[in-house]
T-cell receptor, first 113, second 111 residues
Framework: DADVTQTPRNRITKTGKRIMLECSQT?????MYWYRQDPGLGLRLIYY???????NKGEISDGYSVSRQAQAKFSLSLESAIPNQTALYFC????????????FGPGTRLTVL | ELKVEQNPLFLSMQEGKNYTIYCNYS?????LYWYRQDPGKSLESLFV???NGAVKQEGRLMASLDTKARLSTLHITAAVHDLSATYFC???????????WGAGTKLIIKP
């Protein structure tokens, strides 16, 4: 089984709808991240959490919110989706330490019409 | 503010050739990461470089870090078709514990 899972894998929605993307991990890592990927722009950090009580905004948090329900679960919400939020969304986890390598989920492709 | 720039952004090459992808970054960064992404897939960690002069190798890929020049390179030796992918570098920003990503280099290796 995959260590980092994301649901749904694909979602098409309409402008103004509320959307939740979910991420679960079995790696036992404390740190979790949400990124979006747009063609030609690399990845941009939306939010990150170093433990259940620690939530931090990333580079592009406007229009998004998150919830860290447990060490293993981190969800991303779009309160009122807009077309320019159409992107590929990735969840990642890391365990901290000197290397702190991030491990990525399979991604959620979101289309906002 | 850390900025990360990769070049080239697109590279088409023949099998058996050698080539280098460059990753320049704008301010001090304690760590430099290289990831691989296959089309429609997730990102896979390749290397983490933690200090000046660090060199890591895995198969036909070798990554190095020069913190004084603010430059990391990913060298491909005797390329094979299976290495076709998009390669990203990312620098670590101490001030807020974030990774800042380059735009990626799309590598196509023709058999």
């Amino acid at each position: 089984d995959a260590d980092v899972t994301q649901t749904p894998r694909n979602r098409i929605t309409k402008t103004g709808k509320r959307i939740m993307l979910e991420c679960s991990q079995t790696k036992g890592h404390d740190r979790m991240y949400w990124y979006r990927q747009d063609p030609g722009l690399g990845l941009r950090l939306i939010y990150y959490s170093f433990d259940v009580k620690d939530i931090n905004k990333g580079e592009i948090s406007d229009g998004y919110s998150v919830s860290r329900q447990a060490q293993a679960k981190f969800s991303l919400s779009l309160e009122s989706a807009i077309p320019n939020q159409t992107a590929l969304y990735f969840c990642a986890t890391s365990e901290g330490g000197s290397a702190d390598t991030q491990y990525f989920g399979p991604g959620t492709r979101l289309t906002v019409l | 503010e850390l900025k990360v720039e990769q070049n080239p952004l697109f590279l088409s090459m023949q099998e058996g050739k050698n080539y280098t992808i460059y990753c320049n970054y704008s301010t001090t960064s304690d760590r430099l990461y290289w990831y691989r992404q296959d089309p429609g897939k997730s990102l896979e960690s390749l290397f983490v470089l933690l200090s000046n002069g660090a060199v890591k190798q895995e198969g036909r890929l070798m990554a190095s870090l020069d913190t004084k020049a603010r430059l990391s390179t990913l060298h491909i030796t005797a390329a094979v078709h299976d290495l076709s992918a998009t390669y990203f570098c990312a620098g670590f920003m101490d001030s807020n514990y974030q990774l800042i990503w380059g735009a990626g280099t799309k590598l196509i290796i023709k058999p």
